[in-house]
């Protein structure tokens, strides 16, 4: 039975923990930068990005032991609770509707282009640590 359950335990403890990172971080951002620009989602969106695949170029070439735990933990759990994909949409969208197109797009871009570089970055940390 608890071999059964031990994925969604996994995933749900990595989401509570990683909810809890992205809280923390985006009240810890927010209390120190005053700025139209979603800086802590941004931020969070990024460095979620570079875990995702660190973690990933880690597991995929089988370094780590319980490799499925620590994708099911960390990069569907953690990652999935500490990133902020709809919060990024959501916010884009009022700075449109507040008819700040120039820090909209830019977060839309930055976002895009700084999270997959973070990817790969992470990719890279990981063979390199291999």
């Not at 039975?1 to 990595?14: K, S």
């Amino acid at each position: 039975m608890i071999q059964r359950m031990l994925p969604y335990l996994l995933v749900g403890t990595g989401s509570f923990i990683g909810g809890i990172a992205r809280l923390i971080l985006a009240r810890w951002v927010g209390a120190m930068v005053d700025a139209r620009f979603p800086l802590g989602t941004f931020l969070i969106n990024v460095g979620g990005s570079f875990v995702l695949g660190l973690i990933g170029g880690l597991l995929g070439d089988r370094a780590i032991p319980h490799g499925d735990a620590i994708r099911l933990a960390l990069g569907v759990g953690f990652c999935g609770g500490f990133t902020t994909f709809s919060t990024f949409e959501y916010e884009t969208h009022a700075l449109f509707e507040d008819g700040v197109w120039l820090p909209a797009v830019t977060n839309m871009f930055l976002s895009l282009f700084l999270g997959l570089l973070a990817v790969r970055f992470g990719i890279v940390a990981a063979k390199s640590w291999l």
